[in-house]
């Protein structure tokens, strides 16, 4: 299930109460459970059905825990692989990595949802569910449940994104609580909510940086009408040091830009590059 934007028309259509919960910024992915496979009784795939079962032993003993505390018609949990704080790209290279590197080792499963093949059940529902679990399964410490808060109004959603922008989130997720799960589609029933705008763009050339930024990429991306515009990349000066070793691969690959709206030429304003997303 994908979210649309949080938008005037939308929130106008919202239902109080509903919830919410923090934005993050990692690698999406679903655990299914399944008995296909002789190593494991689960399976990690994206949104578009790559495996990622390589990664499976970080989160073995977890998942067990958390199945056995679920009802057998829960088929599959839907979250992201994710590190708080770290660059996306840095969590992208984690997980590409077949050989789990070392680096792997603070890298985490957080739960948002989950899917009942039996059942049809509003996100309260769901999320109780999700709850119960964790709680019964107790010291989970490789999976864990992304914080859920119940708002009643436009004021507190306001609150909620203040809190999540104060806690290193980009924004929250707001949900409705009767709203089921719509497994490969775009629901209205999860909205996402930031104060900027992401988008990708084409990446047409880059340079490196100089001054103290020397060793590290600036990309030079296109917008959709050929307009060109630099965009510096998140993180430490290690990781885009890192980053700039494969600059030239990544040329011709669409990279998420953050931005705070467009000039009126149509160019990003203050664009920030976050990563590319070919994971998948």
């Known amino acids: 299930m994908l979210a649309h ?9 919202l239902r109080y109460p509903c919830f919410v919960q923090p934005k993050l910024d990692g690698v999406r992915m679903l655990v299914m459970w399944t008995s296909k496979s002789s190593k494991s009784s689960f399976s990690m795939e994206s949104r578009n059905g790559t495996s990622f079962d390589h990664l499976l032993p970080i989160f073995a ?31 992208v290279s984690m997980v590409r990595n077949r050989s789990v590197p070392d680096t792997a080792k ?20 769901r999320n109780e569910l999700l709850r119960s679990a964790f709680s019964s399964a107790k010291s989970c410490r490789r999976v864990k449940e992304v914080a859920v808060k ?15 922008e104060h806690d290193g989130y980009e924004g929250i997720m707001i949900r409705a609580s009767t709203g089921t799960y719509e497994l490969g589609k775009r629901s209205s029933n999860l909205l ?20 103290r930024d020397r060793g590290t990429p ?12 630099s965009a510096r990349p998140v993180g430490t000066l290690a990781a885009r040091a890192r980053l700039f070793d494969t600059a030239s691969e990544q040329v011709g690959k669409a990279m998420t830009v953050k931005f705070q709206g467009l000039s009126r030429s149509g160019i990003p304003r203050f664009p920030v590059a976050l990563g590319v997303r070919d994971y998948e």
């Open 192 to 211: 996402k909510y930031k104060r900027f705008s992401t988008d990708e763009f084409t990446i047409v050339s880059y340079r490196e940086a100089t001054g």
């Open 150 to 164: 119940e708002v009643g109004s436009r004021q507190a959603i306001e609150v909620a994104l203040d809190e999540a």
């Open 218 to 229: 600036i990309f030079e991306c296109a917008t959709p009408s050929g307009a060109l515009f």
């Open 61 to 91: 003993k977890d998942l067990t825990a958390l199945k056995q505390s679920l009802p057998a018609s829960v088929s599959s949990l839907d979250g992201e692989l994710y590190i708080h704080g770290e660059p996306f790209q840095d969590i």
């Open 5 to 13: 934007e949080f938008t005037p028309q939308r929130d106008a259509k």
């Open 106 to 125: 603070d890298l985490q499963y957080h739960v948002y949802d989950l899917i009942d093949k039996d059942r049809v059940m509003g996100f309260k529902e």
